[in-house]
């Protein structure tokens, strides 16, 4: 199909009073492109409509949405101008550290090798923390499990705390390893402050899209 046979299609259609639209959703090696009349969705494409969708994809140059972004958009054709245009909204993943005050306080009677900790947290839905101990020869205590599943609820409510505290927020996943030996002994008890965690922010760009069909 001719450029010049797109233009004549769509011109048809608005002179109906028809409202023609390309929109667009993907990220993360999935993605799709819809054809839309008055706001519904084409489900089966005639090829006027294919090639229209494909000139859209052509500028947009997502390809298979391969990558760690999300974009979402939509252009609307404009008779006067002969073009597509609308907006294109791009999202990816920033790498970002906050800095914590998670103090994890075990009894000095607990002896263990090392204590694994798993930071977890995804947007809009609240943070979770595992507290694994490990000892090089014989297996854990009912003590050890007794604390390691007690300590982790209280661990858990500081860190939720922490990211509430985050302007921009995705997501969290951090693990974070730790010997004896990075224990202070205070009284009772031997200590260590978490000081920061790893996570991720959204960094989004808007942009205005023209597809011309000239």
């Avoid at 639209?21 to 969705?41: H, L, N, Q, R």
């Avoid at 089966?44 to 999300?70: H, L, N, R």
């Avoid at 790498?95 to 798993?118: A, N, R």
């Amino acid at each position: 199909m001719k450029e010049k046979t797109m233009i004549a299609y769509c011109d048809e259609l608005v002179k109906l009073g028809r409202e023609l639209a390309v929109t667009w959703e993907g990220g993360s090696d999935s993605g799709w492109f819809d054809f839309t009349i008055d706001g519904k969705p084409i489900d089966s494409p005639d090829p006027s409509q294919e090639k229209i969708i494909k000139c859209v994809a052509d500028v947009m140059g997502y390809g298979s949405f391969d990558g760690d972004f999300t974009a979402r958009g939509e252009v609307v054709y404009n008779p006067k101008t002969k073009c597509f245009e609308g907006q294109d909204e791009y999202s990816e993943d920033e790498h970002d550290s906050c800095d914590c005050k998670l103090p994890v306080e075990i009894p000095s009677t607990i002896w263990f090798d090392k204590m694994l900790i798993h930071l977890e947290s995804e947007h809009s839905f609240g943070g979770s923390v595992t507290i694994n101990l490990q000892l090089n020869n014989g297996p854990l205590s009912t003590a050890h499990e007794t604390w390691q599943d007690a300590y982790a609820k209280i661990l858990e409510s500081r860190f939720n705390h922490e990211i509430h505290q985050l302007e921009e927020f995705n997501g969290v996943w951090d693990n974070i390893e730790l010997d004896f030996m990075d224990f202070k002994k205070r009284g009772k008890v031997r200590v260590y402050e978490i000081t920061s965690f790893d996570y991720t922010k959204w960094q989004t760009e808007s942009k205005r899209i023209i597809v011309p069909l000239l």
